[in-house]
């Protein structure tokens, strides 16, 4: 396979602040239809590779392309579109869940769509009523999986997970994970989900080990 038919290459990317590297020299490739698991211990630069390959942050050193293209030569909010981060924290907007949900389609200019908002709600467990919900009044795990929603309801090519079920019950981890696998099987969405239990996620077909001095790829039985 050519560079140019990479879906996503990373080359030796590498982010220091104040003299303290906070992630070394680290390369990927990534297809449509992949799904990496990136595991570590805390400080090995999970989550600044992350926001490095979702343009949230630039790196000292190395270059993130995508399809062929380096990504400092594609205008920023096209890219967001393709290669779309979900924070570990959830950042959400407004005043209502319908707030958040309804951002995808105010970005695009699109007419919005609560017949498809609240039919991903279903899916993650969560009620239709749920639209009008105040978002100080949602738990951790509401929050985490709003946040999911509002990046799903126009899938992008690429989806960065930053330990998005962190806060919720085995019950509704087992329901995103089946999502997320779904997606990546016939819909064939390119991931890499941070996560500190390699356990968790058993669709991975590939586990990325980031350490403080390297990184180590490894295969993952899929269930």
């Known amino acids: 396979m050519s560079s140019t038919e990479i879906l996503l290459r990373l080359q030796d990317l590498s982010f220091s602040l104040n003299q303290q590297v906070l992630l ?11 799904f990496t698991l990136l595991t570590g211990p805390s400080g090995s630069g999970k989550s600044t590779l992350l926001k490095i390959v979702a343009s949230l942050q630039s790196p000292t050193g190395g270059t ?17 579109q393709q ?3 979900c924070f570990q924290t959830p950042v959400l907007f407004g005043q209502t869940v319908l707030d958040n949900l309804a951002l995808p389609y105010q970005i695009r200019g699109e007419k919005i769509d609560k017949s498809r908002m609240t039919h991903w709600l ?42 998005i079920t962190s806060a919720l019950d085995e019950e509704n981890k087992q329901t ?42 490894s295969d993952h039985e899929s269930a």
Do not use: C
């Open 24 to 34: 070394r020299p680290t390369s990927l490739e990534l297809n449509p239809g992949e």
């Open 64 to 80: 993130v392309w995508f399809e062929g293209k380096n990504i400092n030569e594609i205008k920023a909010e096209s890219y967001r």
């Open 83 to 85: 290669v779309s981060y």
């Open 122 to 163: 279903k899916r993650v467990n969560l009620s239709p009523e749920m639209l009008n919900k105040n978002v100080q009044e949602l738990s951790g795990g509401e929050k985490q999986r709003i946040s999911l929603l509002r990046n799903l309801q126009f899938l992008p090519k690429v989806l960065l997970l930053d330990e």
């Open 176 to 217: 995103v994970n089946a999502i997320v696998a779904e997606l990546v099987n016939e819909q064939q969405l390119a991931v890499i989900w941070v996560t500190h239990d390699t356990n968790e996620i058993s669709h991975a077909k590939r586990v990325i080990t980031l350490a403080h001095d390297t990184a180590a790829e």
